[in-house]
T-cell receptor, first 111, second 110 residues
């Protein structure tokens, strides 16, 4: 089983739709969780951190479920500019050598 | 503030050649790392550094060397390029667990 798993997609959704991605992780000792966004042929950029209590940033909501070992990202009112690949990142105990990236979920927002 | 810069943007090598990928950051971050990104594999950590003079291996270090003589620079050396090293290479610096990536180097080994 991969340490971090994501559905590769693509998720094709119309503008204005709500879309959600999940990411599962296998190491129960994982400590920190993040969502990164990567545009085609560009570098990843931090979208948001995921806190135990969940967090929201505008149209984006991230949640953590430690019991089931997954994190989620919800995007409301999708925009064309949201089209990108969303990477799940898990940091486990041990510092930076335990940063694990998921393979990403591709989102395509359609006019 | 340039952030993280990488050179070159593109490179084609022949099997057996060596080269150095350059990475520099101007944010005074202690932590820097090198990743490779391959289709269907996600980003994989090659080497990382927690400060000048300190480096360590990541998940896929074979065939690569690093050094960290200054806080700003973290070059990645390919000792003898192989076709399996064809990939996109990203350098990152980190602060409070947020990683700032450079624009990447697309390397093809023939």
């Amino acid at each position: 089983r991969k340490e971090v798993e994501q559905d590769p997609g693509p998720f094709n959704v119309p503008e204005g739709a709500t879309v959600a991605f999940n990411c599962t992780y296998s190491n129960s000792a994982s400590q920190s969780f993040f969502w990164y966004r990567q545009d085609c042929r560009k570098e990843p950029k931090l979208l948001m951190s995921v806190y135990s209590s969940g967090n929201e940033d505008g149209r984006f909501t991230a949640q953590l479920n430690r019991a089931s070992q997954y994190i989620s990202l919800l995007i409301r009112d999708s925009k064309l500019s949201d089209s990108a690949t969303y990477l799940c990142v898990v940091l486990s105990s041990g510092g930076y050598q335990k940063v694990t990236f998921g393979t990403g979920t591709k989102l395509q927002v359609i006019p | 503030n340039a952030g993280v810069t990488q050179t070159p943007k593109f490179q084609v090598l022949k099997t057996g050649q060596s080269m150095t990928l350059q990475c520099a950051q101007d944010m005074n971050h202690e932590y820097m790392s090198w990743y490779r990104q391959d289709p269907g594999m996600g980003l994989r950590l090659i080497h990382y550094s927690v400060g000048a003079g300190i480096t360590d291996q990541g998940e896929v270090p074979n065939g690569y060397n690093v050094s960290r003589s200054t806080t700003e620079d973290f070059p990645l050396r390919l000792l003898s390029a192989a076709p399996s090293q064809t990939s996109v290479y990203f350098c990152a610096s980190s602060y409070n667990y947020e990683q700032f990536f450079g624009p990447g180097t697309r390397l093809t080994v023939l």
